[in-house]
């Protein structure tokens, strides 16, 4: 049954000339103990990862509370941005001068594995020739009580698939070599996080709602039973952003695009 949906997003700053810049030690907060921003309800909160912030919200229990609150945290991190003479930036993937990356932080990557939902292995630490290319996820927390692993195959479907026609960006592409390869997850003692995509959705409210709405629809319908062949184009389009494939596998299940 499905309960609620939040999210965890992570984006990048630039400065007035256009350069990004890393936000190592400006911002506050950490994984396990993130900043609450002040005069939001609980929950609504952000954190440093590396070179980026990232943002949490409150889990949400209708479309309009999860677009308000997205909306909500893009006002403050602007806000934040400002304040620091910086700009929000649009971007999924960057690389960094080096002189941005001489803070400790700003080579600490996340410890915590994530996830094969499809092969049901640990996936492996990627890793980039380009030490200075860091990238920007928007992982779905979902708070349910199904069988998380058929749900993350469907998320997949649903809006893995699509992403690759609605997540074009040069940027979002260098981030699918490191990150968000098919099935991408963490189990979570309250359902469990898709982490596929990017920041894309973020930027645009009627994709927000779309998420919403995908996800919502997933949770409370059977369990997808694909066939060996389907699993693989499933998978096989969204690691390689074959856009022919996600065309022909939103027709034959009828996707809803937003």
Not at 121 to 146: A, M
Not at 169 to 190: H, V
Request: charged share 20%; glycine share 6%.
């Amino acid at each position: 049954m499905f309960e609620t949906i939040g999210c965890d997003v992570e984006v990048f700053a630039k400065d007035k000339e256009g350069n990004h810049v890393a936000l190592c030690g400006l911002i506050g907060g950490t994984k396990e103990a993130p900043l609450q921003i002040e005069d939001l309800p609980q929950g609504f909160a952000v954190q440093e990862d590396n070179v980026s912030l990232e943002y949490n919200i409150p889990p949400c229990n209708s479309k309009n509370e999860f677009v308000d609150a997205i909306n909500t945290m893009k006002h403050e991190i602007k806000h934040i941005l400002k304040y620091l003479g910086y700009t929000l930036s649009f971007e999924a993937s960057a690389s960094f001068d080096k002189k941005q990356l001489t803070h400790p932080n700003a080579l600490i990557f996340g410890c915590e594995p994530d996830y094969n939902a499809w092969k049901l292995v640990e996936n492996e630490k990627p890793y980039s020739p380009d030490e200075t290319l860091r990238t920007c996820g928007g992982h779905i927390h979902v708070g349910t009580d199904i069988d998380f692993v058929p749900l993350i195959q469907a998320m997949d479907l649903y809006i893995g698939v699509p992403s690759v026609l609605l997540d074009t960006s040069p940027s979002s592409l260098i981030r699918k070599q490191l990150y968000g390869k098919a099935g991408a997850m963490r189990p979570k003692s309250y359902g469990g996080e898709y982490r596929v995509t990017s920041n894309y959705w973020m930027f645009d409210p009627n994709i927000v709602a779309w998420i919403y709405n995908q996800t919502k629809r997933l949770c409370s319908e059977r369990p997808i039973k694909f066939t060996e062949k389907q699993a693989k184009d499933i998978q096989t389009c969204i690691n390689t952003n074959n856009s022919d494939m996600a065309k022909t596998l939103i027709g034959h299940f009828g996707i809803h695009m937003p």
